[in-house]
């Protein structure tokens, strides 16, 4: 791939890999706000999956497990600014829980593919940029390790699975035909 194609798609590297992106927004601004990025037309990199969720504190630390469990490079909460929370202190709860998470990723070394960010509404070009930005971020630190040493035993598991289903299938159909 030549420069110019990396610098014109930068979510794009040489190898063609790019960082798949889970983030939680909250129903009244995070997610309004990527809404309204997308909207004015602000870009920011296809990395990202966006999950509503009523309020950032509704976000438990084994939803977050569970989406590095399964592959997910990165994990974005993004909810409301301290303060102007539709529930009051849910977003202060949230802060606590996902800094309580970070260290315990922390010890795992996943603490930096987990990112909490206030985004109002009104802040569609912020979103963009905290898009970008993590996406960068997570490039630098590279695919997921879970998923490259998950995804060949799961599929070691299947073969194996299909191959005894099938083996009973062909065992049942050929009882049928006597």
């Known amino acids: 791939m030549s420069e ?4 014109a798609n930068p979510t794009q590297g040489g190898n063609g890999w790019e960082p798949k992106i889970l983030a939680f927004c909250c129903n009244w601004c995070s997610y309004a706000g990527a809404d309204l990025a997308g909207v004015s037309r602000f870009q920011y990199p296809p990395t990202v999956k966006i999950l509503r969720v009523m309020c950032s504190s509704r976000v438990e630390p084994s939803f977050i497990l ?7 490079d990165g994990v974005l909460i993004a909810g409301c600014h301290i303060g102007d929370c539709h529930y009051i202190d849910g977003n202060r709860n949230a ?6 998470t970070k260290k315990a990723l922390a010890k795992l070394g996943f603490d930096k593919r987990l990112r909490l960010e206030w985004i109002s509404a009104s802040e569609g070009l ?7 930005d993590f996406t960068e971020e997570i490039k630098k630190l590279g695919q997921n390790p879970v998923k490259t040493k998950i995804e060949p ?7 194996r699975l299909n191959s005894s289903a099938f083996k009973h299938a062909a065992d049942v159909q050929g009882s049928e035909d006597k």
């Open 4 to 7: 110019e194609a990396v610098k």
């Open 66 to 72: 569970k989406a590095l469990n399964d592959g997910a």
């Open 95 to 100: 802060e606590i829980r996902i800094n309580n």
């Open 126 to 132: 912020r979103f963009s940029e905290v898009i970008r």
């Open 153 to 159: 035993q799961i599929n070691a598991d299947e073969r």
